[in-house]
Structure formats: C-alpha cells, structure tokens
C-alpha cells in the first residue's frame, strides 16, 4: 500500500506561485504516473497534470498550461506542482495520486480511474 502525502497548500493573491509536494511512502517504480488533480466545490474531480515516472513525460491539462509545471525528484519520491500566476479559478482541493496505467499519453495520464492511490488533499485558495 502505498501512501501518499501532500503538502504546500494555502491563500494566496491572484498572480502569485505556490508549489505544492507529494511524497510517496515508497520508492516509486519507474513505470509508474504521478498526477494532480482537483476539485472545486460544486464541480467534479478534474486533472490538472501528471508525470511518468520513468523519463520525467509531462502532460497538462489546457486550463493550466504555460502556468503550472509538474516535475519529480526520483530520489525523494516525490513530485511537486509549480503553480505561477494562479487565478481564482484555481481555487480548489489539489489531489496527489500515483498508478501503473497499461497506457501512455493523453486519454490515460488524465483520466482519475487509471490511479490506484490517492493523497488526502490540500486546499488551494486564490483571492481576486
């Protein structure tokens, strides 16, 4: 069973950074997916971004694109959401998961069901 941790949540102003962590309990395996996603109140569970393990491939969602980079240090087994520029719209629970998709590419990486493990969520709030 692997756990996973987020941190780095919090308020922050329209246009400011933030980066959020996720730490894995174990070591990562190479042909995992590491993800983000998010949830607004009201709103559905959406995929913001997520990264192979093995290789360092990243995929975006459109919403954040040329904003948000995703990236991971193997070593800590652990991946990190850079977010410049946030908007309210951002505004959300950020959720880390991690699997092993028989996949690769858009219609795998962004797609909730293809992750086994979930973290427990951390709060983004962007004020206007």
């Known amino acids: 069973q692997v756990q996973l941790v987020e941190s780095g949540g919090g308020l922050v102003q329209a246009g400011d950074s933030l980066r959020l962590s996720c730490q894995a309990s174990q070591r990562t395996l190479s042909r995992w997916a590491m993800g983000w996603f998010r949830q607004a109140p009201g709103k559905e569970r959406e995929f913001v971004a997520a990264?192979?393990?093995?290789?360092?491939?990243?995929f975006y969602a459109d919403s954040v694109k040329g904003r948000f980079i995703i990236s991971r240090d193997i070593a800590k087994n652990t991946v990190y959401l850079q977010m410049d520029s946030v908007k309210p719209d951002d505004t959300a629970v950020y959720y880390c998961?991690?699997?092993?998709?028989?996949?690769?590419?858009?219609?795998?990486?962004?797609?909730?069901?293809?992750?086994?493990?979930w973290g427990q969520g951390t709060q983004v709030t962007v004020s206007s």
């Open positions: 990264i192979r393990w093995s290789g360092g491939l990243t």
């Open positions: 998961a991690a699997g092993s998709p028989d996949c690769l590419g858009y219609g795998c990486y962004d797609v909730s069901q293809r992750y086994d493990y």
